[in-house]
Structures are given as structure tokens and as C-alpha cells.
């Protein structure tokens, strides 16, 4: 029905940037929320930021002031761009998505397979 494929994990060294993608397609009729997850090795899956159609952002305050969350309702994509990057951050990030979908018109809350992250020190 929807899928989301995320892009531009990778290894970088700490104080460096990185930007991830993902892009939502399917049966969509819009997208009210995206957002970035992540989750580190032993550790729940947190909030890092996410972003509703109109343009409104919520972050994790681990990462204020150094992530920017962005999207394009146009190509159903979100992005976050990741700067001052610590090994903290180290985790896999997984892309979320509440779309409607068609033909019913019905949220379906959607998550990406995850791409890996690695700050090294």
C-alpha cells in the first residue's frame, strides 16, 4: 500500500554532517506526519524530529540546535539533515510516515526498513 525508502546512512566522524532521505509511494492521498525515528543498540526506538504537512517541527532536545527536519509535500519526502554529529548519535534511523490512503481514506501509520548511522570518535 505505502512504502517508505530511506537514504544516506553512513559512517562519519564525529563532528561531521550527513543528510537522510526518504521517500513515501503507494496508494497515498496525502501525508499529514513525518518524521525520524532512531534506535541504538540495547535502547527503545526514540523521536528524533518530525514534521506535519504544514510546516510544524518537534525535536528531541538531544538533538536541537544541530538536526533540521525538512520535507517536500510535493515528492512525499522527508529529510533530515544531521550536523555536529556526535557518537551518541550513532543508532539506525528509521523514517515514519501517518498517510491517507486510497481508495478507503484511512490514516496507516508506515515506518522505513531503517538506515544505519555511525559517528565515530
Known amino acids: 500500500q505505502v512504502q517508505l525508502v530511506e537514504s544516506g546512512g553512513g559512517l562519519v566522524q564525529a563532528g561531521g554532517s550527513l543528510r537522510l532521505s526518504c521517500a513515501a509511494s503507494?496508494?497515498?492521498?496525502?501525508?499529514?506526519?513525518m518524521g525520524w525515528y532512531r534506535q541504538a543498540p540495547g535502547k527503545q526506538r526514540d523521536l528524533v524530529a518530525r514534521?506535519?504537512?504544514?510546516?510544524?517541527?518537534i525535536y528531541a532536545d538531544s538533538v536541537k540546535g544541530r538536526f533540521t527536519i525538512s520535507r517536500d509535500n510535493a515528492k512525499n519526502t522527508v529529510y533530515l539533515q544531521m550536523s555536529s554529529l556526535k557518537p551518541e548519535d550513532t543508532a539506525v534511523y528509521y523514517c515514519?510516515?501517518?498517510?491517507?490512503?486510497?481508495?478507503?481514506?484511512?490514516?496507516?501509520?508506515?515506518w522505513g526498513q531503517g538506515t544505519l548511522v555511525t559517528v565515530s570518535s
Open positions: 515514519y510516515g501517518k498517510a491517507i490512503i486510497i481508495p478507503t481514506f484511512r490514516y496507516l501509520e508506515v
Open positions: 503507494g496508494s497515498i492521498f496525502s501525508i499529514s506526519a
Open positions: 514534521i506535519n504537512s504544514g510546516g510544524s517541527t
